[in-house]
C-alpha cells in the first residue's frame, strides 16, 4: 500500500490535545484553470491523548450535508480536555471536507461519495485520498470508530444508534453493550451495510475496530432533540468502552428498542406515473401495518381530482420517511424496522 500524500503539521500520536489541519494536495485536480497547483484541501483534526486507554476515532462530515454529528462532534472538540480521558480520541469532525464546505452529499471536487470508496488509493482521487488516510493512518491506531450520520437532504430518520452484526459472538456482545449505552430510544442491528466493503464499516471489519454507526435526524437542517440525545448518549459511550474518566452526563441510559431493518424491497414506494405532492400520513416510530393507508399523493395540476392513497405493503416502524414533497414512481417514502429477534442469524 503507497504511503499517504495527504500531510499535517500536527503529530497526531502525541500526548496532548492538538487542534489543526490534514492537507490534500491539489495539485493534480484542481479544476479552477487557474494557477493553483500548490493549493490544499483543509480537513479538520483533533487529537487528545492522555495516560493509558482505548483510542477511537470519531468522525462526522463522511456526508457533508448530515449536521447533526457535525455540530455534536465540534461541541465536544470545545469541551474535551485531556485530562478528561485515558486514552485516545481522535476527531474528523469533517470527514469528507470538501462535501462539508459545498453542503453535499459527494465531494464537489470528484462527485465522490467517501462511504464508498474504502479502502482508498494514496494516489487518486481527493476523496479516495481520504478513505485512504482514514484506512492506512488511522484505523491501526484505534479499537473503535464512531460515524456520525443523519437522513441528508431526502430524507429524516428517527435519531437511532446502529451496529452490524459480527460472527463473533464476543465482538457481537460487546458492540450490543456499548450500543445500549448510546441508548437512543431506537436502536438498530444491520446484517450488511448499504455502502458494503466500500464503507467505514468495511474498513472497520478488515481492521477488526469496533464500529458504531448513526442516523441523527436529517433533511438539511439540525435537529435540537436529536443533537441532545446523541449528545448524552455519545458521553455515555465514551465512559462506558473506559476513555472518559467521568460520564459527562446526568441522565442514565433509557431502555432501548432494538430493531432490523425490514429488506428495501419491503419500504413503501410512491406508485404514482405523474409526480404530485406526497403528504405522510403517519410519524416518524409510528407502527404501521400492511394494507394501512399511510399517505396521499397529491397532484397540483388537476387539484379537483382525488388524491392517491399511499398504501403499505408491509408493516413495521417508520423509521425515515421521505423530505421532498414532489413525488413520483420510484421514490423511497418511508424506510421500515421491525423488532430484532436475538435468536435469528
Ligand atoms: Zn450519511
Known amino acids: 500500500m503507497s504511503r499517504t500524500k495527504i500531510w499535517t503539521e500536527i503529530d497526531i500520536d502525541a500526548v496532548g490535545k ?10 493534480v485536480h484542481d479544476r479552477s484553470g487557474d494557477d493553483a497547483s500548490y493549493n490544499y484541501e483543509p480537513i479538520p483534526i483533533v487529537t487528545i491523548r492522555n495516560g493509558v486507554g482505548p483510542s477511537v476515532l470519531l468522525m462526522a462530515g463522511n456526508h457533508g450535508n448530515e449536521y447533526e454529528g457535525q455540530v455534536l462532534l465540534m461541541k465536544l472538540i470545545r469541551l474535551l480536555e485531556p485530562k478528561d480521558i485515558r486514552g485516545r480520541i481522535i476527531i474528523l469532525p469533517a470527514a469528507n471536507a470538501p462535501a462539508v464546505r459545498a453542503d453535499r452529499r459527494n465531494s464537489p471536487i470528484d462527485d465522490g461519495n467517501l462511504n464508498r470508496q474504502f ?10 485520498m481520504i478513505a485512504h488516510l482514514i484506512e492506512s493512518e ?12 443523519s437522513g441528508s437532504l431526502s ?24 450500543l445500549k449505552a448510546f441508548g437512543m430510544p431506537v436502536s438498530m442491528v ?8 466500500g464503507a467505514l464499516i468495511g474498513a472497520c471489519r478488515r481492521a477488526g475496530v469496533y464500529h458504531l454507526s448513526t442516523e441523527l435526524g436529517g433533511g ?9 440525545l446523541a449528545e448524552h448518549g455519545l458521553a455515555r459511550l465514551l465512559h462506558h468502552i473506559g476513555i472518559l474518566s467521568e460520564p459527562m452526563t446526568e441522565q442514565a441510559a433509557p431502555s432501548t428498542r432494538i430493531l432490523h431493518r425490514v429488506p428495501a424491497a419491503n419500504y413503501i414506494y410512491a406508485a404514482n406515473t405523474e409526480r404530485g405532492l406526497f403528504e405522510p400520513i403517519v410519524k416518524l416510530g409510528e407502527e404501521i401495518r400492511a394494507g394501512q393507508v399511510v399517505g396521499r399523493i397529491h397532484f397540483t395540476t388537476v387539484p379537483w381530482r382525488e388524491p392517491e392513497p399511499v398504501i403499505a405493503t408491509a408493516g413495521g416502524v417508520v423509521l425515515c420517511r421521505r423530505i421532498p414533497a414532489r413525488t413520483g414512481l420510484g421514490d423511497c417514502l418511508f424506510a421500515l424496522g421491525r423488532d430484532w429477534d436475538p435468536m435469528s442469524a
Do not use: C, K, M, W
Open 18 to 27: 492538538q487542534v489543526g489541519y490534514f492537507r490534500l494536495p491539489l495539485a
Open 119 to 128: 479502502p482508498g488509493d494514496a494516489n487518486g482521487s481527493p476523496t479516495a
Open 138 to 149: 488511522i484505523l491501526p491506531r484505534v479499537q473503535y470508530a464512531f460515524d456520525f450520520h
Open 155 to 178: 430524507a429524516e430518520y428517527l435519531p437511532v444508534g446502529v451496529i452490524a452484526r459480527s460472527p463473533d459472538p464476543a465482538r457481537f456482545a460487546h458492540s450490543l453493550d456499548y
Open 190 to 197: 444491520i446484517q450488511h451495510s448499504t455502502g458494503g466493503d
Open 220 to 228: 438539511g437542517t439540525i435537529l435540537p432533540d436529536a443533537v441532545s
